[in-house]
């Protein structure tokens, strides 16, 4: 992000470290067919994770390797809200959750970690998610992170105790800086993504030159064996390399660029919950894979589905088929600039947004590369029940959300007055004109 010289830097929350584990008085139940808890009231993992364990590809051994992983899931909205409460639920023993936004009414629809309280309070994100993970798994440890993903904070927010990253951010900027990181670091992470009743995800498993992040310890420890840890992460398991442990293609090899244009967001589109939540639920399937040792099993293409209207529903006699497709991503295009030439543009910034505190009260964002279409703008915001005085002509658009006014240029450049908050700014900019 390049900030102007002459204004200053918007103060950003600090990061919370709420790592201690909350306290276990709630999660003691009362089940009149079992004792769940031991004499102290703590759930005992032996009974909170006895059906997973009994499903074949877990087992006692993925359990043990479940409860070493270090998860950290970018955006902690409907995505992000989904995927942490599964990984939760599953044992994963640490969760790092980055998000910059906080809880609102639209939001309870389909976040499913979030309550009427959280909106009321309007709470960010990361820690409303930290507090309902603790009412119902004490047990594992979560790093709440109210922070916008940066180039400059990257490297801190995911630390290289993390073992895979899942996206669940709403804009491609922040996608093509996981993109950079995670191929630089030779990091795997999971794509991900929902609008409407469509979905799409992909999994990124990068080569491992020149860093393989460590980990390795704690999990050799967990499993009182080998260091398996670091044969997952090079995408091999016993027995010689297949085409399964190689490098996928990275998120630039198969969009080279971020979308131009006006980019339809949940906030705009609309979107349905269900659709949401089956991509996080394939998301955390394929990351259970890595983390328990079997990146073998893990898919290797890009997978989009459409949840709403079949396929081939010509005449009452046809069958609908689910809209869907999957695009192999099991090789890396050579000419990649990310992962074959290893050029970091997103990691270096040079790419972010320029984003400046203008005057007193607004900020200016001025997305590069990102005309606007006034008349599609228009239409898409028109129908938006949160969105009132919309006026456009040829020079600019302009409309008021709430106590914010969005002034939005031709070249995509927008002033958000009635803040002076970056993250905040940059979060309207990214819902209503497009990320
Ligand atoms: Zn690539």
């Known amino acids: 992000m390049h900030l102007n010289e002459?204004?200053?830097?918007?103060?950003?929350?600090?990061?919370?470290?709420?790592?201690?584990?909350?306290?276990?008085?709630?999660n003691t139940i009362a089940d009149n067919a079992n004792?769940?808890?031991d004499a102290?009231?703590?759930?005992?993992?032996?009974?909170?994770?006895?059906?997973?364990?009994?499903?074949?590809?877990?087992?006692?051994?993925?359990?043990?390797?479940?409860?070493?992983?270090?998860?950290?899931?970018?955006?902690?909205g409907a995505m992000g809200a989904?995927?942490?409460?599964?990984?939760?639920?599953?044992?994963?023993?640490?969760?790092?959750?980055?998000?910059?936004?906080?809880?609102?009414?639209?939001?309870?629809?389909?976040?499913?970690?979030?309550?009427?309280?959280?909106?009321?309070?309007?709470?960010?994100?990361?820690?409303?998610?930290?507090?309902?993970?603790?009412?119902?798994?004490?047990?594992?440890?979560?790093?709440?992170?109210?922070?916008?993903?940066?180039?400059?904070?990257?490297?801190?927010?995911?630390p290289s105790s993390v073992h895979i990253v899942l996206?669940?951010?709403?804009?491609?900027e922040t996608r093509y800086l996981i993109n950079d990181f995670a191929v630089q670091r030779g990091l795997p992470w999971i794509y991900a993504a929902a609008i409407g009743a469509y979905a799409a995800t992909m999994n990124?498993?990068?080569?491992?030159?020149?860093?393989?992040?460590?980990?390795g310890g704690a999990f050799a420890a967990a499993t009182g064996g080998p260091d398996e840890r670091t044969c997952s992460l090079g995408w091999s398991v016993e027995g010689p390399p297949h085409l399964s442990c190689l490098p996928t293609a990275c998120l630039a090899c198969i969009f080279p660029k971020p979308p131009t244009g006006n980019v339809e967001t949940c906030d705009t589109a609309g979107i349905l919950s269900t659709a949401v939540n089956l991509a996080a639920s394939i998301q955390v399937t394929e990351a259970l894979k890595f983390l328990?040792?079997?990146?073998?099993?893990?898919?290797?293409?890009?997978?989009?589905?459409?949840?709403?209207?079949?396929?081939?529903?010509?005449?009452?006699?046809?069958?609908?088929?689910?809209?869907?497709?999957?695009?192999?991503?099991?090789?890396?295009?050579?000419?990649?600039?990310v992962c074959g030439q290893r050029i970091f543009t997103h990691l270096a910034g040079q790419d972010r947004a320029h984003i400046t505190l203008c005057g007193r009260d607004s900020v200016q964002i001025h997305e590069h590369h990102r005309p606007v279409d006034f008349n599609a703008l228009r239409d898409r915001l028109a129908g938006h029940a949160d969105i009132s005085d919309l006026r456009s002509n040829d020079l600019l658009l302009r409309f008021r959300r709430g106590s914010h006014t969005l002034t939005v240029f031709a070249d995509g450049r927008a002033i958000v007055q009635g803040t002076t908050d970056i993250a905040l700014a940059r979060s309207l900019y990214a819902r209503f004109i497009g990320a």
């Not at 002459?6 to 709630?26: E, F, G, I, K, Y």
């Open 82 to 158: 989904a995927s942490a409460s599964l990984l939760a639920r599953a044992g994963v023993g640490t969760l790092t959750l980055i998000d910059r936004d906080f809880v609102e009414p639209s939001n309870l629809q389909r976040q499913v970690l979030f309550d009427e309280s959280d909106a009321r309070d309007s709470l960010p994100k990361a820690e409303a998610a930290r507090r309902h993970i603790a009412l119902f798994n004490s047990r594992i440890t979560v790093h709440a992170r109210i922070r916008d993903l940066t180039p400059t904070n990257i490297a801190e927010l995911i």
């Open 204 to 215: 990124i498993l990068p080569a491992q030159e020149p860093v393989i992040p460590t980990g």
């Open 35 to 37: 004792t769940i808890a």
């Open 167 to 172: 996206d669940a951010t709403d804009n491609f």
């Open 292 to 337: 328990t040792g079997q990146p073998h099993l893990m898919r290797r293409t890009l997978l989009s589905f459409d949840l709403w209207n079949p396929v081939g529903l010509g005449s009452p006699a046809d069958h609908g088929y689910l809209d869907h497709s999957e695009i192999s991503t099991s090789t890396p295009r050579p000419d990649c600039e």
């Open 40 to 76: 102290a009231g703590a759930i005992a993992d032996n009974d909170r994770y006895s059906r997973q364990v009994l499903f074949p590809g877990i087992g006692p051994l993925g359990q043990q390797r479940l409860a070493a992983s270090h998860v950290a899931i970018v955006g902690c």
């Open 6 to 26: 002459c204004a200053p830097v918007s103060p950003q929350l600090s990061p919370q470290d709420n790592s201690a584990p909350a306290s276990t008085a709630a």
